[in-house]
């Protein structure tokens, strides 16, 4: 069966989200005042300008999972003395709003619904980020006009969504085309069937037309298939991994801006002598600390595999565990990181070594 | 600073850092990069991925240094013999760019007569570099177009750093490396507003832009803007307030404190401790309680960088505008406000609306400054100073078509050795520097978690020949003892350091290294002695 497709004029869309938002907090790519354009949750409609044309610098993954989070505070009973049963805990829960996310971009819809996987897909449900994540609805955007240091096609979480979206809308000039997944986007539309009309089969066309042009707007390519066969295939190129691990600043920039990075550690602050917090704070698989043990102890040898857990993990572990690749193809660790140490360099990098000893094989027929 | 003032004729850096990525050659010297200006570092690493050839210069095999072509690793401040060596290789292989030191420079003649006095066997056996060595970089230093000098801490904290400074300068200058895009000497700040607060008249004998507070003209015009009348004394560098060099009448009373932290930073900490008792009143400003506030009689709680609006100006002159993420918590006030109400209470009406009615007093007051309003700094990565006015786009590299001083002036230098040389009761040589998960005394980066748990422990690096022969196991904890103080670290191997040197790094209150550095200090700029002391080291049972 067909899934229903609706147009809703661009001139219905500020209309649209205030509806939504009498009921829910709304976050959407906004451009704020220094010229950054940042998911953020919006408090005035009216005087913050939404940015759709530019790529949010943030993912929504501290929506759900922030980078400090206070999970519990705790108290020291001092007359007790030092013993376990001086402690006491006090869980905090976030509370389970309903947020809608508009304006999501395809690897970043996918990215939620890797962290989903991680956070809700064990045999516990992290509460934390199932408090945050239950109540949310998804409005994405497909992306017409994929920018720099895309490569979702090539990652296969783009540039248009085919499921896990609420709603998805096309820009097609001057009205946007909205496809319903999830029960929670039917209910919008049955909510506000004022703003929807059904689309017809020009718009349907347009639509086809606006996908196949984005595919063909890619700036980079980029061989993730390749490089997922090559690892799977037992491939471990440590000259490549030496050379980008020495060049790796040690910043965690690429895991703090990756939307799938969930690394996390938990420590205990105290604010005074008889209480304190803990949290839990991201943290990232390149620093040192991270697998170092007790008596300095180290299973990585940083200098020279500082960066292989970071792409074994997404291109090889999670195809194993998951059945696909946890990189979405943003391309912001590209961006982001400043040694030149990013994902699509490892994945070029890989790729040419195999084109070389191919060429070798050739030649040795010859 | 003063090195390249009295050379160039201007004390920062002739290039833009994005010049970097484009040279041909690039000389580093006592910079470890990749952990102290990762910013730089990965310009660096740009420009060796596109060809350039790296020459690094350290006593330490630095990650810069591995990368290099040519490591000169000298013995720890032996600068000055080594760029001997180097121009006198230059003089020899007919590298000189001539035409440039006839056209551009001056007294070149006295160091021409003093690099023919030069041995390269003694340099080689001064440095502990071979003149093979010694020979290659300079004839690669010295044959590219685009050859570009980066200097640090290393080659400045020294008694002779302004020497030191002069001698990279006059390497320059010798071959033509300066005054154009992609080549000249490079000195990188240590802290992301050093270059602002020196533009803004934090030396003593400058007023802001660099204005001479003895020059009766330049007084006169801050005398009327500010409607007082200004003290035609220079006023004292922080070793003479900490260290008591004043005369016993001009006897420091009291001292205001803002985002410094003396206890940790500066040399020979018991006398900075004995001279912060004697004080009237002591005033801190600062985001912790520092050791330096806890000594305070009155401490203001200042907001972080995060928390308000302004400016800094970066190593390569570049004034950017830096916006205000988030709000003081609690009572905290930025460092501005702080001075306005202080100010205002002892008598003196400040009545600054923004930081933005303060710059634009500092467009009119100060040339180098002259269009570097706020408007023209949002929303982009700033202007670098000379601008002169709002029309004025900037300067990339200065010292296009001449000098700022008119011509360069060589300043011949001879080796001056290390204030405290090792003898057999202090043995080792103690180099001091910065690790790159902390900032300056930790007041911030200890505070951080994740930071913390990266780097918690003050570490000592030895050779492991060195621990070998004193029968010390790695990781145990060590008392490194000079001849002022003493403290503990925890002893950790470290192929990279040369047999006879030790390293460690400042950042922690635990072992407060300037206990044992020393406060001997440049003539000129007054900068201490930092990067070396003579000191031995006993395990701690």
Redesign the interface.
Known sequence: MRRKQWILHKDHLLPFLRKLRKSRSLVAPVRNSYGDTMYTEMNDLDNESIELAEQPQNSLKSFFFPQREKLCHYSVDEAVGDSAQAYRFYPSLPESRAVVYFGVRSCDMFAVMYCDTIFLGGRERDVYYDARRRNALFITLACNHPFENCFCNAARTGPYLEMGYDLQFTDLGDRYFVEVDKARGREVVQQWPQFFVPAGDDDRQAHYQAALESRGLFRRQVHVDLAVQLLDQGEEPQALLAELSARCQDCGGCAFICPTCTCFNIVDQPLSDDRGERVRTWDACTFDGFTRMAGNHNSVQIISQRVTKRFYHKLRDDVLRHGRSSCVGCGRCVGMCFGGVDIVRFIDGLCAADDKRSEKREDGHD | MAGLATTFGSGAMTNSINELSSAQVILLSGSNT?EAH??V??RI??AV?QGARLIVIDPRQT?MA??AHIHLQLRPGTDIPLLNGMMRCILDENLVDELFVEMRTENYIPLRDLLLTIDLNEVTATTGVSIKDIARAARIYARAQRSVICYCLGVTQHICGTANVQSYAGLAMLTGHVEREFTGVDPLRGQNNVQGACDMGGLPAVLPGYQMVADPVVRDKFDRAWGVCLSDKPGQTLLDMTHGAGSPGDKLRAMYIMGENPMLSDPVLDQVEATLDSLDFLVVADLFLTETAARADVVFPAASFAEKNGTVTNSERRVQYM?KAIDPPGAARDDGWIIMELSRRMGYAMEYESSAEIMEEICLLTPIYGGMYHDRL??NWGLQWPCSDRAHPGTPFLHKFSFARGRGRFQPASHVPPAEPVDSAFPFLLITGRS?HHYHTGTMSRCC??LN??HDKPFLDMHPDDATRLNIPD?SRVQVTSRRGSCKFFLRYCQSLAPGDLYCDFHFHEAPVNVLTLSARDPEAHCPEFKLCAVRVEEVI
């Open positions: 990749t990762p910013q570092a990965r690493y740009d991925d990650a591995s990368l916006n949002i929303d790159y978690p994740t748990r990266e990781g």
